[in-house]
């Protein structure tokens, strides 16, 4: 499969910053549809990344995100292979990857992105193993 990040990737990333507000966040994942947002400093370097998950917490929605978002971003190259993000993110237990050229953001692969090759059949299977002409030798 020679599928690279950048084929699969979503490429308008909406970024925040972090002393915006968690109710910032969630109105923007709500009116978007999203599940992640990238939190960026003034040179859209990555700072963070604020999930739905870390939203379901008990927090008040004047918060700033930098008291709450993850701050270990786990950031992939878009000429990567796509089997490699699909292996950080199934290691570590993360559906989001930020695409980085440079220490600049440049997109965004989730989990749900890697599926569509699944769905769009783009993959190919590998051939089982064949059984073995061998014979054991016996005493």
Do not use: C, W
């Not at 963070?48 to 998950?53: E, Q, R």
């Not at 930020?98 to 059949?121: N, P, Q």
Request: charged share 25%; proline share 4%.
């Amino acid at each position: 499969m020679n599928i690279k990040v950048k084929d699969l990737m979503v490429k308008s990333v909406i970024t925040t910053m972090p002393h915006k507000s968690v109710g910032h966040a969630q109105s923007i994942m709500a009116k978007n549809k999203i599940k992640s947002i990238p939190v960026v400093n003034s040179e859209m370097e990555v700072e963070g990344i604020i999930t739905s998950t870390d939203l379901l917490k008990d927090i008040s929605e004047g918060t700033p995100l930098s008291h709450v978002m993850t701050t270990n971003v786990y950031t992939i190259p878009s000429y990567s292979d796509v089997h490699i993000a699909a292996r950080v993110m199934r290691n570590h237990h993360i559906n989001h990857l930020v695409v980085s050229d440079e220490k600049k953001i440049v997109g965004v692969l989730s989990a749900h992105d890697l599926l569509r090759l699944v769905e769009d059949h783009r993959f190919v299977m590998k051939n089982p193993p064949t059984s073995s002409n061998k014979k054991s030798k016996r005493k």
